[in-house]
């Protein structure tokens, strides 16, 4: 069997390529995406219109996609497979409610993601009455690590190897004119989070959005992921971030290496 290091490749004998696929006709779908016709869903995954349509029909008669004359959808089943991941970690109610405490402290939202590929992804999340960003965020939201606090937190927790591929295969993109596009300057950035153990984003993915994150450890020093908070440039000013919040934040990553083992 392969170590959690030693990843199956595509070309492998052991890796399933059906599955491969069928989770990413699912992955298809997205905010952007909901709801998608057979030739836009064979589009989006560079599948034939062949392909696609055995793999539609499939997750519709295991209850997993919705059809709507021409129109494929997610059904309510998917969420048991991201109900499966939240229910197998116990601490999850535990940060949550820290998540909650820190929103209802500085009246600004508070979240936890993880690493997953080049994304970070949310998995709890308590969110303020102001809307942040042009797009919702829920638990379950990818956004790319590179441009996100949590995402860049995480990057710089990765062994020196594992961070340089990921340099090596990302693209950078502008998505505002803050952002970083060059790879060496995030390096540098990334060492420099490593080191601070935090970090401040200003509006590089989104105008207005600044963002604290710091890594969240259990009781054994085993990294769980990354929790922030989130607020909007023009209410909550640097020094706010990082003399009021940074303590408050850093207070709840303690509180959750004692609680969590």
Do not use: W
């Amino acid at each position: 069997m392969p170590s959690k290091e030693e990843m199956l490749n595509p070309d492998d004998r052991d890796f399933v390529t059906a599955l491969a696929s069928g989770l990413e006709v699912i992955l298809a779908f997205d905010q952007q995406s909901p709801r998608m016709t057979l030739s836009e869903v064979a589009a989006k995954t560079g599948m034939n219109r062949a392909r696609a349509r055995r793999f539609l029909l499939t997750l519709h008669a295991l209850g997993y996609v919705r059809k709507q004359h021409r129109s494929f959808e997610l059904a309510p089943k998917v969420l048991q497979l991201g109900y499966a991941f939240l229910s197998s970690n116990g601490y999850r109610s535990v940060i949550q409610q820290h998540l909650e405490d820190i929103t209802d402290v500085t009246g600004e939202s508070s979240s936890m993601g993880v690493l997953d590929g080049d994304d970070v992804t949310y998995v709890a999340r308590s969110a303020a009455h102001h809307r942040l960003m042009s797009i919702s965020l829920s638990i379950g939201t990818r956004l790319p690590a590179a441009y996100t606090s949590m995402g860049r937190v995480l990057l710089a927790q990765l062994p020196d190897a594992e961070r340089a591929a990921y340099l090596e295969r990302v693209t950078l993109s502008r998505h505002t004119e803050h952002s970083i596009t060059d790879k060496a300057a995030l390096e540098v950035r990334l060492v420099e989070i490593r080191q601070q153990g935090y970090c401040i984003l200003d509006q590089e993915l989104d105008s207005g959005l600044r963002s604290l994150a710091l890594p969240a450890f259990d009781a054994n020093g085993g990294l769980l992921g990354a929790i922030n908070i989130s607020t909007n440039a023009a209410r909550i000013d640097m020094q706010t971030l990082t003399k009021d919040f940074l303590p408050l934040l850093r207070e709840k990553a303690e509180l959750i290496a004692q609680q969590v083992n």
